[in-house]
């Protein structure tokens, strides 16, 4: 039997309410536990009845536990849009009907269990398949590594990553060689994001741990595509101009 979990501190509404649909409803961790979701069920979230340390465990949940959340009552496309860009699986506002509810559930139920082959960071798009990062049609040309580390940063934006943790899941390094490598290639990263006009898409905090900055809004978004897209056209008149001045 299909599954949900209803996350919130209030009963779900009709609309919301997938046992009425045939759902079994699975219970979920009390609000004030940090537990994690339970598997194999569709997820959904009362974004306004939740408390916003419950919405911080949820955020913090693995990958593939984010990818079966649904938010509901999101009123605005800015923070849809920064949901998703979160790792969240999908967003409805307060007009959506339980059928499109239930097909959204069923759709992130059957999206489960396949593998991520794109993820954003801020404006760069990542592609896992050719270990490419794409900024308005360009490629950002970063090493395996570089790619690897924002791709690892870019799963969970706002949340700094220690050093150690990086060597294990990005360089394989189980223990601590005493070296600077990952400095190293956060450095050259953030050389290749400023050129790109995303100086500050990486940050370090205070511990020395790095995070992807909290997710850009739409409009911030916008203005960053554009800028790297008139960069690039303006490289793009330089090259033309120095290979008229060579013939």
């Not at 400095?183 to 511990?207: C, F, M, N, W, Y």
Request: glycine share 8%; charged share 25%.
């Amino acid at each position: 039997m299909l599954a949900y979990c209803w996350y919130s501190d209030r009963p779900p509404p009709d609309a919301l309410d997938l046992a009425r649909s045939g759902w079994n409803r699975v219970a979920a961790p009390a609000l004030h536990q940090a537990g994690p979701p339970p598997d194999d069920c569709a997820i959904v979230i009362d974004s306004r009845h939740v408390p916003p340390s419950r919405l911080l465990t949820l955020r913090l949940a693995p990958r593939t536990a984010r990818a079966r959340m649904l938010f509901a009552g999101v009123e605005t496309s800015a923070e849809r849009g920064a949901l998703l860009a979160a790792g969240f699986g999908d967003t409805v506002d307060d007009a959506a009907v339980r059928s499109e509810v239930e097909q959204r559930a069923l759709r992130l139920l059957r999206r489960r269990d396949e593998a991520v082959l794109f993820r954003r960071a801020g404006p760069v798009l990542l592609d896992l398949a050719a270990r490419v990062a794409w900024i308005s049609g360009r490629q950002l040309g970063l090493h395996p590594r570089e790619f690897a580390l924002l791709w690892r940063l870019a799963e969970t934006p706002g949340v700094a990553v220690d050093r150690m943790r990086l060597l294990r899941e990005v360089c394989h390094v189980g223990h601590d060689p005493g070296t600077n490598r990952i400095a190293v290639h956060i450095s050259r990263l953030r050389a290749k994001l400023s050129q790109a006009g995303l100086a500050g898409l990486i940050e370090t905090d205070a511990t020395g741990a790095y995070r992807m900055a909290p997710l850009l809004s739409s409009q911030a978004v916008t203005n960053e595509l554009d800028r790297s897209a008139a960069m690039g056209e303006q490289g793009s008149r330089r090259e033309h101009a120095g290979t008229k001045v060579m013939s």
